[in-house]
């Protein structure tokens, strides 16, 4: 019964927190959740491309995340930006 409700004290802390991010944050999130989906996927696909080691897995997905989380944050909150000067 107590882990039921510390359950969902997490998931209402969780949607609480996402409720709180601003669009170009989510934007943002979301680019970077799908470049480290595909950069684990070539690194499974592609085993003679690279080699095989966790440290060339972590940099995969960190690279490949951050920068289009980073650029979709930007791209997003550029818009949002100018979608405000217009108002």
Do not use: C, H
Not at 73 to 83: G, R
Request: no cysteine; aromatic share 8%.
């Amino acid at each position: 019964m107590e882990s039921s409700t510390a359950e969902q004290r997490s998931e209402g802390r969780v949607r609480a927190l996402w409720k709180r991010l601003g669009t170009p944050i989510k934007i943002g999130l979301l680019f970077a959740v799908i470049a480290g989906l595909m950069a684990l996927t070539g690194w499974i696909a592609r085993p003679n491309y690279t080699s095989r080691s966790l440290i060339s897995l972590f940099l995969a997905v960190v690279i490949s995340a951050g920068t289009w989380g980073v650029v979709a944050w930007a791209i997003a909150a550029a818009a949002v930006e100018v979608t405000r000067d217009e108002e």
